[in-house]
């Protein structure tokens, strides 16, 4: 607010950041004008020019009771306070506090006018905020900031509350069971039956974090957030988280036991949908980092990426003992974890209750009885994974440590070292039943299970490789489901990925925009590009691989999806990215064009009819095929059939057919030449008398070897030569 003239503002708590190149400037209020401003609060980071405070900038006349300021405080001119900036005409401030780093002049006040200011128990303190002095107040130590007989004069009765040794005051009047911020959140510890819910991400990261000089200014010392609920006065109510997220939690409690956000539960209590990103959690027993001990509460739909740490009996990323039939149910937990004794687990360190869709991806390393997932087991562990390195001494294994009770459908994929009772999947199974479980092979060589006593039942427990592990027919026995949008419990992509939980998976629709038609190309399967029905909000950095199609032949014709002759493929998801479907799609194959060509042919008349042809080419063969897929016979027709004389003549190819080729055919021509002319009709030669008796006696005597030759005289004889008659050989 940048002026309060004559007004009243009570029960106001501000987080986050105000900033002005001016001056003026409050982390509540910029200048109160005679306002009144009582049981309100200010965590935020304020800067100015000149008159810059916590939380008022300038005070004049004014009154300011039960109020704080913890925030960061930066000004570049004067009257910088760690609360007010400057009084003007007087002011009351009673019962308040500053303790955030102040870059300016005063802790508390920057300046005090001529007109004074009355100043009742009020402090600031004088390590975190980084000022010796102030204009008004007194000063204190962090070594004393967090105990309650410092603020003398305060009512922790009614007004103010604080958790002596852990926190400094903080109002009653910021505690809500709708939670907006961290210190509303700690405030939880005031009804621990209560129903309570996130109204919103909550960033404990700068609340729980020490400024620049190595002092804690807001409420929380080095040893960090007070676990709500413990041994003695356990949490009994609820939390919902909402769906929000809880970030760079921080617990430094080494000699302490029940160290986490909720220190311990009881029967009754319920904590759902919540996530918890960052920071870590380091205890001396039963350290986590969402609760320390569940007895008997309902825990669900929840998520964990914190480290944690124990210097004593049990570690858990998310719980560190479940007991008393406690449930943790569609939970994970990604954090490292390591405990300094036993009893040490990815997801939980000891399970009396049901531990069920749950798992964790943290490396774990703790001394006896340490599982990827649960440490010591005696409850029941289903539908279950854990893939982190897991190291230990004693009852070491890949997802638990020891069992006594029931372990079925579950997988562990991590390496797992150890001395004695060393399993790639549990390292004791001493009494109970393991079913239908499983460890790779690739990770961890050693046996399923290090020990097994005789009372212990252990059934289907198989080490697969990596590949086999990815393989959906070694699941036979699991609810199990290869295609997206179903019911089943588990989800795998044949090939890529090893079975996933599918509770955590989001349902995507994935529609192929590149199927429709295509010409024959000889192949049966293809890529396409794809749409999904979660448009922009899709994370491609999720949806892998690619977009494959498969149709029952390569042939022309139609495929669909919904009569099974048509499949679709290749893309596939993680752990926490997508279930993945595909909308009902058709494929048509068209036929692809091929052109055959009659060859050419020629020849010289012969006087004979022309057959047949002189063979054929093809154009448009696919994916190395040839006329040997073609169906029918090659036959010729056309005008050339028959063909006798010189000319032109069609050879026409036909007869062949083909289901998966659209056939053109093209003639060829036949070309007939050098046919002889006919011989003109010469009119007969008139043979004169006198050579009429010569050439009968030729033609008399041919033929007769016996007939005396003829006898011409001379003039007879030149006349027949000189006729143009050519006379047999011999004559002279």
Known sequence: MARLSAGTL????????????????????????????????????????????????????????????????????????????????????????????????????????????????????????????????????????????????????????????????????????TLFTPHALQLMALDLSANYRLGTDLNLGAALAAGGNGYYSDVWGAAGFKPVGNASTPFTGSLDGQGHLIRDLRINRANESEVALIGQTASGAQIHDLGMVGGSVHGGSNAASLVGINYGGILSDLHTNVTISSTARGAGGLVARNRDNGIIRNSYATGDVSGAENVVGGLTGENWGLVENSYATGNVTGVVFTGGLVGANTGTIRNAYATGQVQGTQYVGGLAGYSGGLIEYTYATGDVSGVTSVGGLVGDISTGRVADSFWNTDTFTGPGAGTIGGSATVENLRGLDSTALRDASNYATWNLATSGGSNAVWRIYEGQTAPLLRSFMQSVTVTATDIGNKTYDGQNSGTSGYTTDLGTTLDDDLLLGSLTYSSASQNAGSYS???????????????????????????????????????????????????????????????????????????????????????????????????????????????ISGQPQAQPNNPTAEIPQPYSSILASLQHNIGDDNAPSPSFDSGDLYRIADSGIRLPEGLE
């Open 561 to 671: 999806t919904t009569d099974g002759s048509l499949t679709l493929g290749g893309l596939y998801s993680g752990q926490k990215g997508y279930d993945i479907s595909y909308a009902d799609t058709t494929l048509t194959i068209d036929k692809a064009a091929l052109t055959i060509t009659a060859a050419d042919a020629s020849k010289t008349y012969d006087g004979l009819a022309f057959t047949g042809g002189n063979g054929v080419s093809y154009s448009g063969f696919v994916n190395g095929e040839d006329a040997s897929v073609l169906g029918g016979n090659l036959t010729y027709g056309g005008s050339a059939q028959g063909a006798v004389n010189n000319g032109s003549y069609a050879i026409s190819a036909n007869g062949l057919a083909s289901g998966n080729y659209a056939i053109t055919f093209v003639d060829g021509t036949l070309t």
């Open 10 to 177: 009570t029960n106001t708590h501000v987080t986050g950041q105000v900033s002005s190149a001016g001056g003026l400037v409050g982390g509540l209020v910029g200048w109160s004008d005679q306002g009144s401003v009582s049981q309100s609060s200010s965590t935020a980071t304020v800067s100015g020019a000149s008159e810059v405070g916590g939380l008022i900038g300038r005070n004049r006349a004014a009154s300011v009771t039960d109020t704080y300021a913890t925030g960061a405080v930066t000004g570049t001119g004067s009257a910088i306070g760690g609360l007010i900036g400057s009084t003007v005409q007087g002011t009351t401030l009673t019962n308040a506090y500053a303790s955030g780093r102040v870059t300016g002049t005063g802790g508390l006040v920057g300046n005090v006018d001529g007109d004074g200011a009355t100043v009742t128990n009020s402090y600031w303190d004088m390590d975190s905020t980084g000022q010796a002095t102030s204009a008004a107040g007194t000063g204190i130590d962090s070594t004393n900031a967090r105990t309650q007989a410092t603020y003398a004069g305060f009512d922790f009765t009614d007004t103010w509350v604080m958790f002596e040794g852990d926190t400094r005051p903080m109002l009653r009047g910021e505690y809500s069971t």
